[in-house]
């Protein structure tokens, strides 16, 4: 859906640096929306503005006059191997940067009509089979604990009033970062493989999806709490490996056994290589989101075909 700059002008994005925030960035530029930047460094261009959310410092001058607030900022949770420290900085980075973003637009006197901040599909824990839309109970593990600590940070602006949305992204697949970008030398080497049994649930959404789903979560005043962001055609890791051998015409024979990625990884392992979820964008479909790309093989097909040499 493409944002109307007469409902939306002004969008303060944080996490504008990483891979989704990028994209976003773009796509609401393009189309003609003033962009404000936080920035955890000196800003070095017009939009940009501090903020440092280990000391609670926030340049509330961001948020004046703004129509949206999309909060992306979160440490990597795939960035290395979870340690007590690592774990503490997931949770920390997600949660109290929500709270100091939530106490400085609740302390405004004009508020931004909506904020978004970011979930994951996470907020399930491991599944199995089960489908899972926005109504299913959270699940258990570090990173459930983790989204629904995160979403319930939002509760203050919400109760003053604010449209508050909590998307719940999954694996976000791009050749130009993220696990695909992890993944793509091992298969182009034809020696990728399933990990563990395979049988895991891999929600996913491509990154072309992203700023129009976005787009759609700005204009569409209904939606607010939770909404799933992931495509309509589930897959398994065995499922998704199979494929982009075949995209890529390479075999894929080459299983990564369990005890392996635990040897190599520890605890993130069994939370995000070895489990998963099977999430439906119910909310999505029932507001009328159509997806760029709702099945896999012509998504990696395309992303990968434009990131070709």
Partial sequence: MRMSKDQIDTVVVTGASGLVGRALVSGLRTQGHTVRTLVRRPPAAPGEFFWDPARGELDAAALEGADAVVHLAGENVAAGRWTARRMANIRSSRVDSTRLLVGALTGLARRPRVLISASATGYYGDRGDERLDESSPPGGGFLADVCQAWEAALAPAAAAGMRTVAPRFGVVLSPAGGALKKMLPAFRAGVGGRLGTGRQWLPWIALDDLPG???????????????????????TNGRFVQTLGRVLRRP????????????????????????????????????????RHPQLEPALRHMLQKSAP
């Fill in 252 to 291: 894929t024979f080459l299983p990564v056994p369990a005890f392996f990625l635990r040897l190599l990884f520890g605890e993130m392992a069994d939370a995000t290589l070895l489990t998963g979820a099977r999430v439906e964008p119910s909310r999505l479909t029932a507001t009328g989101y159509t997806f």
């Fill in 213 to 235: 789903v976005v787009g759609h979560l700005l204009a569409r005043n209904d939606l607010h709490g939770p909404v799933n962001v992931v495509a309509p055609e589930a897959v």
